[in-house]
């Protein structure tokens, strides 16, 4: 079959065929996290969002062939599609920055300390972010933006996020992260969530982050640190 | 000063200290685009959203300091930082993709042609997901995801996007893009802006955004391309 | 005091004076809904929107004196009281239709009927709206257009409503109104939700709203009924 | 044919029968907004919604027919039909309150100073939430709450409003309604609009949602205003 034969139904960006990735930590093992809160937020909302983004990436192909469709019902598919892409790679980032022992080592005291003013800035600020979704659903999320600069960003939902960041620590607002375990008591889950905290994925995810941006950031990082 | 000591109001994260980016092509000479539409969408869109970025960071530094805030107020203006900081990044990528000629070369012929099956069936896509969103506000985004998928993403303002991705070519569906030259006719628009893509750009975004997915997409890459 | 001179502090519209309602039947009486969970959502959702609400009103005023905000930082606040007044407004009209046996009379099933061709047409697209929120946000509601037109309408968060509409039937599809109780099944929650309705509220809003919608509903009324 | 045999797609919730309201003024008299700028509005916005939302709601009845249809994808539907519905239904509030001179009676003033404290708090808010909006889109609402309370909305898109409010004076900020004739400078055309406000349909708006409000109003209406 030659290159452009191909139909879009086959083609990667229609394939629809993600598969879910495991939970790289003992659910049984996090401090504050039940097991049962764990698997089901595993199982339901990340497998179902891959689920949910597979059966859409082959909608779209379908769609594409009917020439007479309206722009604006292909775009509430592509909004779909963006929100279980969305829901895929927060949940996948969440789950694996989880498993850790909250403890943050020196490098990343520094880098966030010189991004905020100091280490505790940065914790209230996060920590004020996840509590003002309290009650409704988002996340928080520390990311290293294009050009090198560091920030909490608030998401209203699986569709936001900052164009071109990386996310270094991600925080699942969603009452479904919490509720089974907590109810309504947001501050204390983000509580437990902070106590579990794989810092080192975190300094894997700021090292491939920050060889991405290269010099600028290099630049950047000196300038801005003070004597 | 010691390091922890430095107050919120002059670290990075808060400092309120960014710069617009001058226009990278000259605004007189874009076929279908006028120069009057270019320059107002520079300056007051995109300059009035560096100038607010920076009021927001400052306010945040300020609204950090009172402890009886509630959340869900900072939280308001977290948004307005994600909504700026989107608008900023997503004119600057916008504004330094264009003033090409609006022709892709082989390499990315090939790159698109793998991902979406011809690439025609990528230009139809993007196309149809820029004009899903006529008549209101948003962009369609085409970006390398952390996968090293490449896929249009349908962004309904400038809080949206896919977390972890790279955009590669950026597309202005507000009205402000279009309505001085166009008025409705948003679908006239697409046709301009596809004739003025600066692809070079695109491509040296392409390069740099898959070196930092490295070894995954380099597999990828491989195993989805048939003999 | 003078009327001119009356701060908009005191001002109705500023005044941050709601009070909660009480529930309006009995939280351990519900069938498949327990008392914890009815309690937590009144306490915790609903009371906590009145006063956040309240705390918001106070804040506008006090922004509106001052002459040099940017008008988007107050935009933030007035989203926030719309969010505030959409909740408070949608958890009242939701606690007021519960507490019932979930039989419509036959009243209501001719409406529904003429509405959407059969009543279980209707109920069918309700559950169907409602489920497609599970495991995230939002509402799913029947309401009467300012046409005296009925539909299920699809509600994002608590800003959505169509323009003018009158909600008769109001189900809450954020997770703090099922994990306690069903976790990610969301389609149980809405079965038992289905079971407790009390459609006699939902006549009382019926008769209000049509006749606030007056004579052009009457005249729709007779014309779409075949004989 | 029997009532119950009734298929969707003839009942009135997804007939998609919608017929587009004429202007109800002459467009080419209208103080500082172009017969140009309001025919475009009239016939691609407006005019378009309503087509849109005929599409929708025959496709949704198409849709209701599949059993195996993923909730999800029946909700991205009616989320369009909320944004057709919202559009159609906003615009022709807009349109039906332009026309006037802008001058709003005592009767008028009186129950705004009521609300607000004085008719200009209320005119600066109303403005100053529309301004808020510059550069994006949504729309800014004076309405009548439930409990017969004045407000002035902020709307983010089609989708928003507040639950059981009626709109009495409705302002359009997306920018097709002013960037054909002002470009960026979306003050100029709020000072446009207020020029053209016909204050009469407002208060008429205002008497009829009085009127449905009933009781309730009438007595915050005594007790609220001081001898």
């Known amino acids: 079959m030659s290159e452009t034969k191909k139909s879009a139904g086959v083609a990667p960006a229609f394939a629809g065929r993600h598969e879910p990735r495991p939970l790289p930590f ?3 093992k996090l ?3 039940s097991e049962r809160l764990i698997r ?17 990436e082959q909608r779209l192909a379908a769609m594409l062939d009917d020439p007479v469709l309206p722009p604006y019902v292909y775009g509430d598919l592509k909004r779909e599609e963006l929100l279980r892409t969305g829901s895929v790679g927060l949940h996948e980032l ?20 010189r991004a905020f003013g100091t280490f505790s800035t940065w914790e209230a600020e996060f920590r004020r972010t996840a ?12 990311a290293l933006g294009p050009e090198g600069d560091l920030h909490n960003y608030w998401a209203w939902d699986h569709t936001s996020g900052a164009p071109g960041s ?11 992260a919490y509720h089974l375990d907590y109810g309504a008591a947001a501050a204390r889950y983000v509580d437990a969530f902070m106590q579990n905290v ?19 950031y290099e630049t950047w990082d000196q300038t801005s640190t003070p004597g």
Request: charged share 20%; proline share 2%; net charge negative.
């Open 26 to 28: 003992d659910p049984s």
């Open 198 to 216: 794989d810092w080192e994925e975190v300094s894997r995810r700021l090292a491939d982050a920050t060889a991405s941006v290269g010099t600028r």
């Open 166 to 176: 990386r996310p270094l620590l991600v925080l699942d607002m969603y009452e479904h």
């Open 31 to 33: 401090r504050g996290l």
């Open 94 to 113: 969440y789950f694996a920055n989880l498993g850790g022992d909250g403890e943050a080592d020196d490098a990343i005291h520094r880098v966030l300390s």
């Open 40 to 56: 089901s937020h595993w199982e339901n909302n990340y497998c179902g969002a891959v689920k949910a983004l597979n059966v859409v």
């Open 131 to 142: 509590n003002a979704l309290a009650g409704g659903s988002g996340w928080a999320v520390l």
